[in-house]
Each structure stands twice: as structure tokens, then as C-alpha cells.
């Protein structure tokens, strides 16, 4: 039967009783692949270069101890179960290393209890692991469109809140910039609401392609849409219009920043001129003041 890859990073100033580790992880079914570490900077490195499984440490060396490295373990990979095996650790110690994070002690003559403690904290670690997918997903939907995975409304508006905010502050200027999709209702209508979907993802990928990282993408770029989209084995050109806003000129709040922003993109789709810079001419047209 072959044996389970278990990576340890073992914390410990003595080979012999390293071994004495390995040799009980052996007897129990696992291939261990470890790292013995005994002062900080080497812990440090360790953990920086490797992905471990669980952290065994002892709980008094001469120049480290079970706390600190208990703490950089924390401090550095705060997921990873972290058992302490000593020789020499009291009962009050013990129960200050638990109330400290550590998953559990086990006496250096009683090495009986090690693997069914590890296997418990890696069972307790895999589902920590998955609440923790669970929660990230969670959050992500609920600031991302899950169909172009676009920044939806809600953040979209915080991060145009931000700027403004920024923009007052500093007394910076910036460009709000709207696009909307041409003849995309027609693809809507005419192949259905799932060719209406590529759409949308290939023309979020196009823009994504053309921002920087730090920018917030919302619909822009005119030049992305050159080249026609591609629905099955049909290419369609769709074209977009692209209306723009300047803080702190055309608003100096985020709902008149928007408003100006879309009275220049609906000028744009009107006159069919591609993109618009808003004017006050626009803003009579549209009722923005």
C-alpha cells in the first residue's frame, strides 16, 4: 500500500528525536517530506519556501522556543496546524500554549498520541480551508458580476465614491469613462439571451485586456471592439459608445459625475460618433445641471 506524502516542518534542536518523529509518521502510513528548523531566520526562510502540511515543534532549545515559533507561524502561515512534542513542557505551560493557537502538545514519551492528532488537525485544517474558499466566493460575488466577472454596481460606485474622495483631497482631476454595447439588443433578440451572454464575456475580456491592473474596469475602450466578436461560427460586429465625465469639472459628486458621464455616452450613441466629451450643452439636453 503506498504510503501518504505528508510535508512536516519540524521545529527541533535534536536529530534523535527528529527521527523518532519520522520514524512514528512512517509506522503510521505517511511519507513525511520535512524541513528540521531550529532558530527564527531559518523558521522564517522555511515557511517561505515551502507549503506544509503542519508545523511539529518542541517546546524548549536553546536558542528558540515553542512560543516564538508558534507565533511566527501565526504571523506568517496562520492556517498551517501547529502541534507542540516536548520533552519537557508543564501543565501551565501547556494550557498557555493552547489559549496561544497551538492545536495540541503531546509528551515526547507518549509519541502514541502524535498521529491521531495530526490526522484530527488535518482533517480540522481541510475544512477551515473550504469555510474559508466558502466565504472568499461569497465575498467576490458579492462585488462581481458573475458572468464577466466585472466589478458589479455596488463596487463600481465605493471605488468611484473613493475617487472623488480622493480627487477633493488632493485636488486631483480624473476621467469617468461609460460605454455601452451597439446593436447589442439586437444579438438579444435575434439569437437569444445565451449568445447575448458571450457577448458580454468576450467584450469583458477585451476590456480587461486594455486596462491596467490598478484601474477599475466599467465598460470602456473603444478600441477593444475594432475587431469583430466572434458567436459560434458567426463574427458580428458590435461597435460600442463611450461617453465621458471629468472631475471636477462636469461633477464633483459621484451621482453628477454619472449623470454627465451618461449624457455623453447616449450624445456618442445618438450622433454615432463613437465617444463624446460632456458639455453643458448636453446637460440642458439631458436635464444634468
Known amino acids: 500500500m503506498p504510503l501518504t506524502p505528508l510535508h512536516v516542518l519540524i521545529?527541533?534542536?535534536?536529530?534523535?528525536?527528529?527521527?523518532?518523529?519520522?520514524?512514528?509518521?512512517?509506522?503510521?502510513?505517511y511519507d513525511p517530506v520535512c524541513e528540521r528548523v531550529e532558530t527564527a531566520d531559518a523558521m522564517s526562510a522555511a515557511l517561505d519556501g515551502q507549503d506544509w502540511d503542519i508545523v511539529i515543534s518542541d517546546f524548549t532549545m536553546p536558542r528558540f522556543n515553542g512560543m516564538e515559533a508558534l507565533r511566527?507561524?501565526?504571523?506568517?502561515?496562520?492556517?498551517?496546524?501547529?502541534?507542540?512534542?516536548?520533552?519537557?513542557?508543564g501543565e501551565d505551560r501547556a494550557v498557555a500554549a493552547m489559549k496561544a493557537?497551538?492545536?495540541?502538545?503531546?509528551?515526547?514519551?507518549?509519541?502514541?498520541?502524535?498521529?491521531?492528532?495530526?490526522?484530527?488537525?488535518?482533517?480540522?485544517?481541510?475544512?477551515?480551508?473550504?469555510?474559508?474558499?466558502?466565504q472568499e466566493r461569497i465575498q467576490h460575488?458579492?462585488?462581481?458580476?458573475?458572468?464577466?466577472?466585472?466589478?458589479n454596481r455596488t463596487l463600481f460606485t465605493e471605488r468611484l465614491q473613493q475617487a472623488v474622495l480622493t480627487g477633493r483631497?488632493?485636488?486631483?482631476?480624473?476621467?469617468?469613462?461609460?460605454?455601452?454595447?451597439?446593436h447589442f439588443k439586437d444579438i438579444?433578440?435575434?439569437?437569444?439571451?445565451?449568445?447575448?451572454?458571450q457577448v458580454l464575456q468576450q467584450a469583458a475580456a477585451r476590456?480587461?485586456?486594455?486596462?491596467?491592473a490598478s484601474d477599475t474596469v466599467a465598460r470602456k475602450i473603444l478600441a477593444a471592439f475594432s475587431r469583430p466578436l466572434?458567436?459560434?461560427?458567426?463574427?458580428?460586429?458590435?461597435?460600442?459608445?463611450?461617453?465621458?465625465?471629468?472631475?471636477?469639472?462636469?461633477?464633483?459628486?459621484t451621482d453628477s459625475l454619472m449623470c454627465a458621464a451618461d449624457a455623453a455616452m447616449y450624445e456618442a450613441k445618438h450622433t454615432q460618433s463613437g465617444f463624446k466629451v460632456y458639455s453643458p450643452d448636453l446637460g440642458q439636453k439631458s436635464g444634468v445641471t
Open 188 to 197: 438579444n433578440d435575434t439569437l437569444g439571451h445565451h449568445a447575448g451572454d
Open 11 to 29: 521545529v527541533e534542536d535534536s536529530e534523535t528525536d527528529t527521527e523518532l518523529l519520522l520514524r512514528e509518521l512512517r509506522r503510521a502510513g
Open 101 to 134: 493557537g497551538a492545536h495540541d502538545y503531546i509528551m515526547k514519551g507518549n509519541l502514541a498520541r502524535l498521529v491521531p492528532a495530526i490526522e484530527r488537525e488535518l482533517k480540522e485544517a481541510a475544512v477551515r480551508h473550504e469555510y474559508r474558499r466558502a
Open 230 to 253: 466572434q458567436i459560434g461560427d458567426r463574427n458580428f460586429d458590435i461597435g460600442a459608445s463611450l461617453g465621458i465625465a471629468l472631475f471636477p469639472e462636469h461633477g464633483n459628486e
Open 141 to 151: 460575488l458579492a462585488f462581481y458580476d458573475p458572468l464577466t466577472d466585472l466589478p
Open 169 to 182: 483631497r488632493k485636488k486631483h482631476c480624473f476621467a469617468l469613462m461609460v460605454m455601452d454595447l451597439d
Open 207 to 212: 476590456v480587461k485586456s486594455c486596462a491596467r
Open 72 to 89: 511566527l507561524v501565526q504571523q506568517l502561515k496562520p492556517d498551517i496546524p501547529f502541534i507542540i512534542v516536548s520533552g519537557t513542557i
